[in-house]
């Protein structure tokens, strides 16, 4: 677990910025009030932390496949499985990461329903930014707050024949 998931920030705060960046069309940057463009999806969470035990939560926010997908994502159009070379880095703002993958995310695969997570526990998450949100993990380690930077890698070359 990276930071502390009550540490939510102070409404004086200026709104705290993620980039998207990478193999991406449309590259961004965004701030908790520009994910609430987005659809909204609710997630009850229970993990296990490894100091503070079982922990439950609930979170809203976009799922990470819409506001990726929206970055457009410089998949080969006439290649379906184009899109299961492409991987997904996210680094908190304290330095903490994960790894995921896209087919995870997309839903003509894994279909996870991971957020980022713009409300915690009803409370707005602008100070401190979105969180990643994996409600099917039992355990909080790819939680990440306060995103800083979500990087997709397409860098494994597609060979040809592959469909």
């Known amino acids: 677990m990276s930071q502390s998931l009550t540490a939510t920030g102070t409404a004086t705060r200026a709104p705290a910025e993620l980039t998207l960046t990478g193999d991406l069309a449309r590259p961004a940057r965004l701030?908790?009030?520009?994910?609430?463009?987005?659809?909204?999806?609710?997630?009850?969470?229970?993990?296990?932390?490894?100091?503070?035990?079982?922990?439950?939560?609930?979170f809203t926010g976009p799922l990470l496949?819409?506001?990726?997908?929206?970055?457009?994502?410089?998949?080969?159009?006439?290649?379906r499985k184009d899109r299961l070379r492409f991987l997904i880095a996210v680094r908190g703002t304290d330095g903490h990461h994960?790894?995921?993958?896209?087919?995870?995310?997309?839903?003509?695969?894994?279909?996870?329903p991971?957020?980022?997570?713009?409300?915690?526990d009803g409370r707005p998450l602008d100070g401190v930014g979105p969180q990643l949100v994996l409600p099917q993990d039992r355990c909080g380690a790819r939680h990440i707050s306060g995103i800083g930077t979500i990087h997709v890698d397409g860098g494994y070359p597609a060979r040809t024949g592959d469909r």
Do not use: K, Y
């Not at 999806?41 to 939560?57: K, L, S």
């Not at 790894?99 to 996870?112: M, S, Y």
């Open 114 to 120: 991971v957020l980022l997570g713009v409300t915690l």
């Open 65 to 79: 496949h819409d506001v990726l997908t929206d970055a457009r994502p410089s998949f080969d159009p006439g290649r």
């Open 31 to 58: 701030t908790v009030p520009d994910l609430l463009g987005w659809p909204q999806h609710r997630a009850e969470v229970a993990f296990e932390c490894a100091t503070n035990g079982i922990q439950h939560h609930r």
């Open 98 to 112: 994960a790894l995921l993958t896209w087919a995870e995310i997309d839903p003509d695969f894994g279909r996870a």
